[in-house]
């Protein structure tokens, strides 16, 4: 029986960041599936080390103990520095051991990749086709994975986290026990500042598979499920038949729903099912409301429309009862106070229960990473960093800071506001006034100043911007 171990790294050891524990690893759960169905024998271990965090010495002898004859392991840009003192420390510790990693940043730069982690091979792209042959033969370099065909694939292998409870954000459950599914894969937009590698086709699934994977996890007792795509909405066809066939299966009963949609996407008919299907939550990427902001970050071929999708949204969503995180983006180039301000207030307005503005990444394998490093703005091996350290915004950390304040005061009220009376005795309105007591509890203890302690996320969340420096 061959040992095969799956790690997702964290961004350093021990370290709890503000997302520690809020979503499962889905890429190394499909791939321990594949294998698990496969002829192989095999004996399948996962490591979230993100969610379960743990020093250098406890992995040492963690590895040591179990030995394995092949490791598996997700590397992305933030977590890139962990993947490579995890790969020394195997070929030191266990040098007969095969390393293969895969992930969107080994697929943007595979070459750059293999030469820097000392791995025995790279996966470019999605690892399904191609994980057997991984663990069986172990081939050496670059391998080039295909699109994989959503509707082959087993369902990925969530026993092997099941004892993680998921959902935590700021190391704070909201009382939930969730997991991710994923209904698509793909995206069909090109954003400049987004980060996945480009290849990926738009794909959808059978609906029927939905629904049996659904059963699959209400059977193992999750209550929330998280929908992992990157955008929800994109197909409002797809989208309404898969809440219609959740309410027709009576699934609306077992879970809360949450998921990432845009706000061109205002379909009635749509957010009608979606709230029968019993989506609480919702987080859409506004980026901004000034139309040169947006045309640089190519969000949407109507910049001057994206004030009226995102009323006509936010009222569905509202109507649907559903709860509304707005992603904000600060630090564009044609950014100002006066546009930033703007478009703090108009989701404000809006009644968006949360705001999270983030300082705008220039990360390897976006449009806007590509410019600035033809331009001379940013060094061909910096691989991520952001508008200010690059001089490519006028704003200040001190300006940041005073948003983000700004922004967190407003954050536990909001949803206690939005928690309708006739809720309060059904399920769903005890999940959001739970909901809204910790996150007012979790404000009043801690401020913006105690936020960047509980973690190391290098966002707009929580980062020192007091202490940064522009370059
Ligand atoms: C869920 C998610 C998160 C979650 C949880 C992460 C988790 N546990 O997975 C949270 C909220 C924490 C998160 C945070 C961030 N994220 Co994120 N996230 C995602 C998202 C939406 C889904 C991840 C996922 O499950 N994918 C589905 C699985 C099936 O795909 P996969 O993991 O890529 O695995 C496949 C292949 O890569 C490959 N593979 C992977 N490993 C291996 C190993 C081997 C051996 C082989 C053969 C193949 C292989 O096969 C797998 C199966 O097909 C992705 C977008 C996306 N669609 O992937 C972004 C994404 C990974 N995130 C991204 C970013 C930038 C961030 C943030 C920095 C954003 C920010 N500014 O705050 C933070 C980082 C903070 C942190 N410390 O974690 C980028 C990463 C880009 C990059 N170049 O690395 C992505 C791609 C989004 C984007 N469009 O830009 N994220
Ligand atoms: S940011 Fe979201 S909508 Fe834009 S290309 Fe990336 S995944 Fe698609």
Redo the contacts with the bound molecule.
Sequence with gaps: MTKVLFIYPSMAWESKEIFSAFAPPMGALYLASVLEHSKLDVDVSVWDLASEPVGRKEFIKKILDLNPEVVCITCLTFNFDMVKEVCEIIKRELPECYIGVGGAHVSILPKESINALKCDSIAVGEGESRIVEVVRDRPKGIIYCEDSDFNSLPFPDRKHIRSIKYGKMFDMNFGVDCTTIFFSRG?????A??A?PKKQMFRMRKVSDIIAELKEIANMGYDSVAVGD??FTTSTGYTTKIAKAVHKNKLHKDFFFFG?G?VDRDSADMYYWLRRMNVVGMSY?IESVAPKTLEFYN?THEPTRWKEKIKNTYKLAVDAGIIINSSLIAGAPMDTKETIEESIAFVDKQETEGITLNLLSYMVGTKLWDDAVNNGKIAKDDYWTDAIQTGLTDLTPEDLRDYQKMIYAGLGWRVLGRVPLKWIKAKRGRFLLTMSWKAKQFLNRSTFEALKDRSRLYDGFNRDFSEMKRS
């Excluded at 995206?187 to 954003?191: G, L, M, S």
């Design positions: 995206c069909p937009f090109n954003c500042f987004c996945r990157d955008n990432q845009r990427g969000k």
